[in-house]
C-alpha cells in the first residue's frame, strides 16, 4: 500500500481531471475502513475463554471488566455472576 500512496502523491501533482484515477482498490478500502478490535476486547476475549475453562483469576478479571464497563458493555448482573464462579 506503501507504493500506491507515492503514485498517488505523484498523480496529485497534475491537477487536470483526466489524470484522477482512483489508486486504492476496493480491498484496500476494506482494509482501511475495517473495524479493529481494541486492546481491551482482545483481553476480554482472551479472559473469557480461560473463564470458561474454571480460571478463577481470569473469572475475577471478567467481574472487574463488566462492572467497570471497560472493554465491554457495563452489565452489573454478568459482573456478579463472574465473581460468584470466582469465589467458588
Known amino acids: 500500500m506503501g507504493k500506491r500512496i507515492g503514485e498517488m502523491k505523484k ?8 489524470a484522477y484515477q482512483p489508486i486504492l482498490d476496493k480491498e484496500d478500502m476494506d482494509e ?8 481491551k476486547s482482545q ?9 470458561e475453562q474454571g480460571d478463577a483469576q ?5 467481574g472487574v471488566y463488566y462492572y467497570s ?4 458493555t457495563k452489565d452489573y448482573k454478568e459482573a ?3 465473581y460468584q464462579k470466582a469465589a467458588e
Open 11 to 18: 498523480k496529485c501533482h497534475d491537477e487536470s481531471e483526466e
Open 32 to 39: 482501511i475502513t475495517k473495524p479493529k478490535k481494541s486492546v
Open 43 to 51: 483481553q476480554v476475549e482472551q479472559y473469557q475463554k480461560a473463564a
Open 58 to 62: 481470569a473469572q475475577n478479571n471478567l
Open 69 to 72: 464497563g471497560k472493554g465491554v
Open 80 to 82: 456478579v455472576k463472574w
